[in-house]
């Protein structure tokens, strides 16, 4: 079948569309059918494992519905891509994690008996609600992309403003966008000031660490700390999204990342499958606003064992480097943190020796780190693996540059944050 043929035969869209409502089910409930109706609403219902077919349309639609629970596990992962691909676009995002069979105060005259979660950490909601989530991104979306909207709540009448001030403040545009990238600036600083200071070196371990924002503020951040004379945690995490929202989120994913538990005058060591699903529950209970999804990674070495036990929340799987064998991924299951409240995390152990390397980061570094762009495969680039048997401290140099010297579409820019460990 040609290109054109298949873009057909799977119902991409041809005109601009209200609402896109992806779903592994072929189907939508019936009463969000029924809003979208009365409100006049254009809407398509569109696999969700196909999503990554409409990258070249992304500017035909409004707003995007996803159906979480028609997602399967294996496809979870793939979820942090679809969302930061809208974000990328402006395209507001709604996820459904549940339908909940309880009456919901409406604002319509007749309520409905059942209602919807937008994600675990939001409450329930009528389909009054969902429809003013509707209408303020499909109002956001067509505003950033140049259309003419008609709000959904009218504003209140708009007070004149004489021209000698309208005159003054089109003056101060320059003044003002160097004040706003100053403190933008400043910002960053304070970002990297949540950032480890040293790294915890000892006879046996060696680290080094990238942290390469596209812009001034990042929506990622790192850890490597020592938690007592046995063990040390390090993990990488990032925010689904870009800016200073994402930025914001991540001091406090630095926050709620506990590694240990203090218990009077005794404490425990956390294992990583718990540090995970303990920030996923802080997370989903704190109904954080607009980016409140991430992926993260997070590590656990015992100092004189090497035994290393790691646990991940949809995040790239680590890399573990070994002499004289092709580099490896460290395979675990876990969906991301914030979307799913009762979501469980495994853990893997690993048995580390003299000369490994493991690498941990965020999902900016795989254009350069696989050909395939995708963690579940083992296609490492010729450019990576140029690097990788050199000692720790320098190959993370050579990191920097392929990063920084890797060409890469505009769309596809991404923040970069790696840590490096070598065994000794």
């Known amino acids: 079948m040609k290109k054109a043929e298949l873009l057909t035969a799977i119902g991409l869209p041809k005109r601009f569309t209200d609402v896109l409502y992806l779903t592994n089910e072929q189907q939508m409930p019936s009463e969000i059918k029924r809003l979208l109706r009365r409100r006049k609403l254009s809407y398509k219902i569109f696999p969700a494992d196909k999503f990554f077919q409409l990258r070249d349309r992304l500017d035909l639609i409004g707003t995007v519905i996803v159906d979480t629970e028609s997602l399967e596990t294996s496809q979870e992962e793939k979820l942090a891509r679809i969302i930061e691909a809208l974000e990328m676009e402006k395209i507001g995002v709604i996820l459904l994690t549940e339908r909940a069979k309880a009456t919901v105060r409406s604002f319509s005259l007749a309520p409905s008996e059942e209602s919807f979660s937008m994600t675990s950490a939001i409450e329930s909601v009528s389909i009054d609600e969902l429809w003013v989530r509707i209408s303020v991104n499909l109002a956001y979306r067509k505003k950033s992309s140049g259309m003419m909207v008609r709000p959904a709540i009218p504003p209140r009448q708009m007070q004149t403003v004489s021209k000698n001030v309208l005159a003054a403040k089109l003056g101060m545009t320059g003044e003002l ?15 990297q000031d949540f950032l480890p200071t040293k ?21 990622d951040i790192y850890d490597v700390a020592r938690i007592d004379e046995q063990h040390v945690g390090f993990y990488v995490a990032d925010v689904v999204g870009h800016g200073v929202p994402a930025a914001l989120l991540t001091i406090f994913l630095k926050q709620a990342i506990v590694m240990r538990e203090t218990f009077e005058k005794n404490y425990s060591v956390l294992p990583p499958a718990e540090v995970m699903k303990n920030l996923n529950v802080r997370m989903s209970t704190q109904k ?30 680590p890399i573990l480097i070994r002499r004289q064998e092709q580099p490896q991924y460290l395979e675990t299951k876990g969906s991301l943190v914030g979307i799913f409240g009762e979501a469980q995390y495994c853990q893997e152990t690993i048995q580390l020796q003299p000369g490994d390397k493991l690498l941990l980061y965020s999902d900016g570094a795989l254009p350069f780190i696989s050909n395939s762009n995708d963690t579940t495969a083992s296609d490492f680039s010729e450019e990576f693996c140029e690097i990788i048997d050199l000692p720790i ?32």
């Open 177 to 191: 966008v160097d004040s706003l990238a100053e403190e933008l600036r400043l910002a960053g600083l304070v970002q």
């Open 199 to 219: 790294l915890p070196n000892c006879d046996k371990l060696r680290w080094a660490a990238a942290f390469l924002p596209t812009e001034w503020v990042s929506g």
């Open 288 to 317: 954080l606003s607009g980016y409140q999804f991430a992926t993260c990674c997070y590590c656990l070495i015992n100092i004189n064992t090497l035994q290393l036990t790691y646990a991940r929340a949809g995040h790239p799987y």
């Open 393 to 424: 401290v320098e190959m993370m140099d050579k990191f920097n540059v392929l990063a920084e010297n890797k060409e890469i579409a505009p769309s596809n820019v991404d923040d970069i944050t790696a840590i490096g460990l070598e065994v000794i």
